[in-house]
């Protein structure tokens, strides 16, 4: 049982450059979050998605766009790398209420370079 | 917006002793979770426990216990016992049905 599974778990970019960073789950949940976090800050929420085809802000939206084609897959990308993008990300993934516990399952993260 | 907020930083502990970790949060729905998630330096997220809200009853995970006053919208963490492998960074969660939102956490050490 894979979980979440993020790729890629570092890279480093140059300012301006784009990337794509992919979670994958094969838990059959409907909710998936993209995380950054930095020291001191906890994790603060990017994006999010209620189901296949939806997405929605969360509280450091800027400079990130996201994608859910299909329901296992959660897209996060970077169109123009800044320093400030520089952080570790998270993907997640849950279920809610009948279908499960509520519990987020977590991939190992993305640390992201920015020079 | 759901706010969470957790006042340690960093905490420490003697090893075999217990330790408290607080966390309030701010919300005006009847239907949500709590959770506790340990970091160790490797940076996986774990589980540690969850708290319904309409549960009245503390939830209980071995040596992990939580004290939830949903009035006063608070939820921390006791931890007993403390032992080596305990030392982490502790996130707190308040979890709706769509969002999940974190405090900004409290580190702990644990002094041999």
């Known amino acids: 049982n894979a979980g979440v599974t993020q790729t890629p778990k570092f890279r480093v970019l140059k300012t301006g450059q784009s990337m794509t960073l992919l979670c994958a789950q094969d838990?059959?949940?409907?909710?998936m979050y993209w995380y950054r976090q930095d020291p001191g800050m906890g994790l603060r929420l990017i994006h999010y998605?209620?189901?296949?085809?939806?997405?929605a802000k969360g509280e450091v939206p800027d400079g990130y766009n996201v994608s859910r084609l299909k329901k296992q897959n959660f897209l996060l990308g970077l169109e123009s790398a800044a320093p400030s993008q520089t952080s570790v990300y998270f993907c997640a993934s849950s279920s809610w209420g009948a279908w499960g516990s509520a519990e987020a399952f977590f991939g190992q993260g993305t640390r992201l370079t920015v020079v | 917006a759901q706010t969470v907020t957790q006042s340690q930083p960093e905490m420490s502990v003697q090893e075999a002793e217990t330790v408290t970790l607080s966390c309030t949060y701010d919300t005006s729905e009847s239907d949500y979770y709590l959770f506790w998630y340990k970091q160790p330096p490797s940076r996986q997220m774990i589980l540690v426990i969850r708290?319904?809200?309409?549960?009245?009853q503390n939830a209980t995970e071995n040596r992990f216990s939580v004290n939830f006053q949903k009035a006063a919208k608070s939820f921390s963490l006791k931890i007993s016992d403390s032992q080596l492998g305990d030392a982490a960074m502790y996130l707190c969660?308040?979890?709706?049905?769509?969002?999940?939102?974190f405090g900004t956490g409290t580190r702990l050490t644990i002094i041999p």
């Open positions: 969660a308040y979890r709706s049905e769509e969002k999940l939102t």
């Open positions: 838990m059959n949940h409907e909710y």
């Open positions: 998605s209620v189901g296949e085809g939806t997405t």
């Open positions: 708290q319904e809200a309409y549960k009245q």
